[in-house]
């Protein structure tokens, strides 16, 4: 390996709660209004949406709901995604703080940024255009599993991903940076061997890791280049 290759870095960024912020408050809003529609006696918090954030839709809806039956969660599955369209999601969306300054600096430092989400496909590259960041990230990994009834395991998905992107851009395991919010996404970069950055993200609750690096900004990142 030369020193060329030493010196690669690789970024690799969750993005709901982490590049993104606001579609969970559509979220809320949406899961408001099921527990109106389906006469739940359930009080929901944006908190506990927010801790939740990143199971599926089918899961949420159990968590919330339940008292409701398959065909009751199997309707309001359909509900969210008549809502939850691209004019509603454009109206909560919007970059976190220091996102694009951070993306932006990255890639003309030489870096790539590559998104891998667990967000639905369909949604996740419209998001991505809306908050500005398209040209900003060079590839998109998305493990869909919102809509699924399959059981899978996101830190399993997320390390197949991250071992393949070490493989195919032949890096050290130590040159694939991962940010992420949540333990899941912490978890899948220390076992694919990456350098793991935590974003402790303003009114989200957060979860107990063992990151390497704990940030409440992203700009922090910018150390790396
Ligand atoms: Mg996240």
Request: hydrophobic share 40%; proline share 3%.
């Amino acid at each position: 390996m030369t020193d060329k290759t030493n010196k690669t870095k690789l970024f690799v960024w969750d993005f709901h709660g982490t590049l993104e912020e606001g579609v969970e408050i559509g979220f809320f809003e949406i899961l408001k209004k099921l527990a109106k529609k389906f006469k739940a006696d359930r009080k929901i918090t944006l908190f506990e949406v927010r801790e939740k954030y990143g199971i599926t839709v089918a899961e949420y809806l159990r968590f919330f709901f339940p008292k409701a039956n398959i065909l009751q969660i199997k309707k309001m599955m359909e509900e969210v995604a008549e809502i939850q369209n691209q004019n509603h999601l454009k109206e909560y969306v919007r970059p976190a703080p220091g996102a694009i300054e951070v993306l932006s600096k990255i890639k003309k430092a030489g870096y790539e940024n590559i998104v891998v989400s667990n967000s639905h496909p369909k949604h996740i590259e419209f998001l991505i255009d809306i908050v500005g960041m398209k040209n900003l990230i060079s590839r998109v990994f998305a493990v869909d599993r919102h809509y699924s009834h399959r059981k899978q395991n996101p830190t399993k998905e997320k390390v197949k991903i991250f071992k393949m992107i070490i493989k195919q851009k032949n890096l050290k395991a130590r040159q694939l940076i991962t940010i992420g919010d949540k333990a899941t996404d912490v978890n899948a970069g220390i076992l694919a061997g990456g350098t793991t950055y935590q974003y402790l993200h303003k009114g989200f609750p957060i979860d107990g890791t063992e990151a390497d690096y704990k940030i409440h900004d992203l700009r922090e990142i910018l150390g790396e280049i």
